[in-house]
C-alpha cells in the first residue's frame, strides 16, 4: 500500500476552524468568564476576577489535542481495526457508569460527564461517536454479502446502534443520539444499505420517540419553540430569540470585533453551543460565511478520501468520521438560525470544550491518516463514495 502526503488542504481547514475558535472564544467568552472568576474569588480560589478563564483552559486543550492529532495521522489503522470492539465495549461502560452514584455528573439538564474528584471531568458520548464508527466499520466489513437484507442485514444493524442510543437517550442527550443515528446511517448506507430500510428505520425511530417528547417538559418546549420562536421570550424561547438578535445584528460586515452585545449574558452557553451566533454579531454574513464553507470542504474532500480509500473499513470510517463532522456542524448552525429544534451540540473544533476538541482533533487525525493512502481520484462513475456496493453478493439477499 503506497503512502503518500496527507491531504494538507483538508489539514490546512481544520487547523484554521481551530484557530478560528481560539480567536471567538478570546472575544465571546470575557464575560462568562469573569462571572465565573468572580465567584471563585468570592470563594478565595483566585485573587481577582479575571475575564480569559475559558480562552486560557481552551488553548491549554488545543496544546493537548494538536500532538494527539498528529500522532494519529501516523498511527497505523489497523491498530483501529484490532481494537474496535474493545473501543466500543469499554465506550458502553463508560455511558453505563454515568449512572452510578458519585460518577455522573449533572450539567443542565443531562447526566453527560463522569466527574471523579482526581480525573478530569469526560463526556463519554463524544468518545462513543468514534468508537461506534470503529466497530460498525468492521461489522460492516464482515457482513458486506449481508448489509443490504432485512433480516441478517438491517435488524442486527439496529440492534447494535440501539445499545448506544438507549443508554444516551437515558441521560437524556437527544442532540448526540441524532448524530450518532446520522453517522450510523451514513456508513450503512455507503456500505451498500438498503435505502428502504433506512428510512424505514427512521420513520419508526421518530414514532417511539414521539412518547418521550412529550413526557419530558424541556424537550416539548424545545419543539413548541422550534415551531413558533415567539413564543415566551423571556422563558423557553429566550435563547433562540437572542440567537436571531445576535445573527441579525451582525448584517454584512458585523459590528466589529470584540464587539458584540449579545455575550453580555444574553446568549447562553455563547462560548459552546451558541458561538456560531455570537460570531455572526461580530463578523457578519460575508466573514461568517468562510466558516460555513470551511465545513463545505471538509464534507467535500472528506467524502473524496472515502471514495479513493484502499479498502472498505478504511473507507467506511472515513465516512463516518466525515458524517460526524459535517452533520454535527448543520445541527449546530442550524439551531443557531432556528432552522432545527434547540440542542446542546458544539460547533466541531471551533466551540470551547475538552472531551469535544478532543475526541473531534482525534478524528480529523484518522481521517488526514486515510488520506495519506487513498488512490488517485477517479471518475465518479467509476468509483463513487459507496465504492464497495459493485462488491455485492452474486445473488440478492431475500428481505
Known sequence: ???RQFDTVLALVFFGLVLSGIVMISSVSVYESYQL?????????????????YLWRHVWRVALSIPLAVFMIYLPLQVWKKSALFLFVVSLLLLIALFLPG?????????????????????????????????????????????QSFQYGFIPFTILLSAVVVLLALQPDFGSVLVISVIAASMFFAAGGNLFHIIAGALMA?????????????IRNRFMVFFDPTLDP?????QIKQALIAVGSGGLFGVGFGKSIQKFGYLPEVQGDTIFAASAEELGFIRISILVIAYLIIAYRGFRIANNAPNRFSMLVAV???SWFVFQAI???????????????????????GSSLIANMMGAGILLNISRYAEQANPVGRRGVRRTRYAQPRYRQRT
Not at 449533572?106 to 463526556?123: A, D, E, H, K
Not at 445541527?331 to 470544550?353: D, H, K, M
Open 1 to 3: 500500500m503506497k503512502k
Open 103 to 147: 460518577v455522573g455528573a449533572n450539567y443542565g439538564t443531562s447526566t453527560s460527564w463522569i466527574s471523579v474528584s482526581f480525573l478530569p471531568s469526560v463526556q463519554p458520548a463524544e468518545f462513543v461517536k468514534l468508537a461506534l464508527i470503529f466497530y460498525l466499520a468492521v461489522w460492516m466489513e464482515k457482513r458486506q454479502e449481508l448489509v
Open 37 to 53: 472568576t468572580e465567584g471563585m474569588a468570592r470563594r478565595g480560589l483566585l485573587e481577582e476576577p479575571i475575564n480569559s478563564f
Open 331 to 353: 445541527i449546530n448552525i442550524g439551531v443557531n438560525l432556528a432552522l432545527l429544534p434547540l440542542t446542546g451540540l458544539t460547533l466541531p473544533f471551533v466551540s470551547y470544550g
Open 320 to 322: 463516518g468520521i466525515t
Open 234 to 238: 423571556l422563558n423557553i424561547s429566550f
Open 206 to 218: 421518530a414514532l417511539m420517540a414521539y412518547p418521550i417528547i412529550m413526557s419530558k417538559e424541556y
